[in-house]
């Protein structure tokens, strides 16, 4: 009789810990890479995302060179779009067209950054880089979901 009641108690007890929420929900701009990012300058970006790149492709050093130039170039661009971004947030939520128009320059631009990696990658290196870049954003789009709650 003391076993079953000793196991009911131990049931009870982890059914109550694992069914609360964790604390870092609170506090989700802390934590979040985005905020981390935010935080960075647009060289400092740029050289992440080369050495990710690097790592990822086996970039040799003439294309370092060329990808780290493309990455500066566009994270200057995403640097002062955040900044932006940041200041119309707080004037209040844009128009739909407002909003539409962003969406479109923002593919533009990605657009263009894959235009510009197909000149300095191979196509196995850009078959890859594409295949990561995709599930990164399949990744990216589940954390931020998750964060929301």
């Known amino acids: 009789m003391k076993n079953l ?12 810990v694992t069914a609360q929420r964790p604390d870092w929900t609170k506090n989700k701009g802390e934590h ?5 990012m935010q935080d960075l300058s647009a060289d400092q970006m740029a050289t992440l995302q080369t050495k990710r790149m690097t ?7 003439e294309q370092i060179i060329k990808v780290q ?6 994270s200057k661009i995403r640097k002062s779009k955040m900044k ?3 200041n119309k947030n707080q004037k209040g939520k844009p128009s739909v067209d407002k909003r ?15 235009k510009e990696l197909a000149t300095i990658l191979n ?7 594409m295949e990561a870049s995709e599930k990164f954003g399949k990744e990216a789009h ?8």
Do not use: C, G, H, P
């Open 5 to 16: 009641i000793l196991i009911t108690i131990a049931i009870f007890t982890l059914q109550t």
């Open 32 to 36: 979040s890479s985005m905020s981390f």
């Open 55 to 61: 790592f990822q492709l086996d970039l040799n050093a």
């Open 69 to 74: 130039q493309v990455n500066l170039s566009f």
């Open 84 to 86: 932006e971004l940041q």
């Open 100 to 114: 539409y128009k962003m969406m479109v320059a923002r593919l533009d631009n990605r657009i263009a950054y894959k």
């Open 123 to 129: 196509k196995v290196q850009l078959e890859k880089w």
């Open 142 to 149: 589940f954390m931020a979901r998750d964060l929301q709650y």
